[in-house]
């Protein structure tokens, strides 16, 4: 897949955050670089996992929060995935409601390995319902 300058060093920022997973219990390494509306910079993030199980935290979300915390809240712009597959691997359901707290329905994310990206898939097409209608549901 032919991608844009910037994607690819989004993509090189992503396998050097993959880099630094740790995922001693899955044996699953994943990076992330995410890129948002307005901010220069492309923030990496890689998978945290735990020995209590549920306190593992995914590349995607990691990169988030990230963000979140130097910067702010933002749009996504794009979002690059990185793991030691042969097919894509997506961001997991979790980690896709993350997003749609920040960014717009039509953002791409791009999913790779080391040797190639993969495919490219907007944020729509994988998570086209998000929940984000707390207000209407809300009782008296
Ligand atoms: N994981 C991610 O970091 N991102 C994904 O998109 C899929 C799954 C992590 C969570 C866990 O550490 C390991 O991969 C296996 O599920």
């Known amino acids: 897949m032919k991608l844009p300058g910037e994607i690819e060093e989004a993509y090189k920022i992503a ?24 901010d220069e910079k492309v923030y990496p993030g890689c998978n ?12 995607e979300r990691s990169a988030i929060v990230s963000k979140v915390s130097q910067k702010g809240k933002g749009s996504v712009e ?5 793991a030691n597959t042969q097919t894509p691997t997506p961001p997991c359901a979790l980690c896709l409601q993350v997003f ?3 960014c717009d329905q039509d953002f791409p994310i791009y999913m790779g390995n080391k040797e190639k990206m993969l495919k490219k898939m907007t944020f729509r097409e994988l998570l086209p319902f998000s929940f984000t209608n707390l207000e209407e549901g809300q009782s008296e």
């Not at 630094?20 to 307005?38: D, E, L, M, Q, T």
């Not at 945290?48 to 590349?59: D, K, L, P």
């Open 48 to 59: 945290v996992e735990n020995i209590s199980f549920g306190g593992t935290i995914c590349a």
């Open 100 to 102: 749609s707290e920040f």
């Open 15 to 38: 396998l050097k955050a993959q880099e630094n997973s740790h995922s001693p219990y899955s044996r699953f390494a994943v990076g992330a670089a995410i890129k948002f509306v307005g």
């Open 78 to 82: 794009y979002a690059v995935v990185v």
